[in-house]
C-alpha cells in the first residue's frame, strides 16, 4: 500500500509540475489575446461612430 500511495503522489507531483504551468500560460495567452481583440473592435466602433455620426 504505501508503494501505491507513492506512486500516486508522485505521478500527482508529476502533473503538477509539468502539466499545470502549460495549462495556466496557454490560458494566459488566451486571455490576452482575447482582451486585445475586445479592445481593438472597441477602438474601431468608436472611431468609426466618431467619423460617421449620421449612422446612428
Not at 509539468?18 to 472611431?47: D, W, Y
Amino acid at each position: 500500500m504505501p508503494d501505491q500511495l507513492k506512486h500516486v503522489l508522485a505521478v500527482i507531483a508529476h502533473g503538477m509540475l509539468t502539466e499545470l504551468p502549460a495549462q495556466l500560460v496557454t490560458a494566459a495567452v488566451v486571455a490576452a489575446s482575447a482582451a486585445l481583440f475586445r479592445r481593438v473592435g472597441r477602438r474601431r466602433a468608436r472611431t468609426h461612430a466618431e467619423q460617421n455620426p449620421e449612422d446612428d
